[in-house]
């Protein structure tokens, strides 16, 4: 059984950071992607950053480039996504997520497993 457990959210202010983490288990070599999506109540989600874990191959959606940091620890069985420079805009519930190939990291189509989420808020 596959669960993804994510931890690090809460309250920050405007241009400050928070790292979100998210424990994996359960997954096998063919989940080969992980990542974050966020989603704002009454707005589609949005695929935030991914990993592909045996190249290390990453991609973020263009409005946190240069600004989030997602990265994986084998050893720990974890990712974890290094938010900095936040904004009003990217207070949102966080969801870690897993995948095979094929399915769509922009939309969350297709991706089997999700954990519940952690809340961001940030504030002026």
């Known amino acids: 059984q596959v669960q993804l457990v994510e931890s690090g959210g809460g309250s920050v202010q405007v241009g400050g950071s928070l790292t979100l983490s998210c424990a994996a288990s359960g997954l096998t070599n063919s989940d080969n992607i992980m990542g974050w999506f966020r989603q704002v109540s009454g707005k589609e989600r949005e695929g935030v950053a991914q990993i592909y874990i045996r190249s290390g191959s990453t991609h973020y959606h263009p409005s946190v480039s240069g600004r989030f940091t997602i990265t994986h620890d084998p050893a720990k069985k974890s990712i974890f996504l290094q938010m900095t420079s936040l904004k009003s805009d990217d207070t949102a519930t966080y969801f870690c997520?897993?995948?095979?190939?094929?399915?769509?990291?922009?939309?969350?189509?297709?991706?089997?497993?999700w954990g519940k989420g952690t809340l961001v808020t940030v504030s002026s």
């Open positions: 997520a897993a995948s095979g190939p094929g399915t769509d990291w922009q939309t969350g189509r297709g991706i089997p497993y």
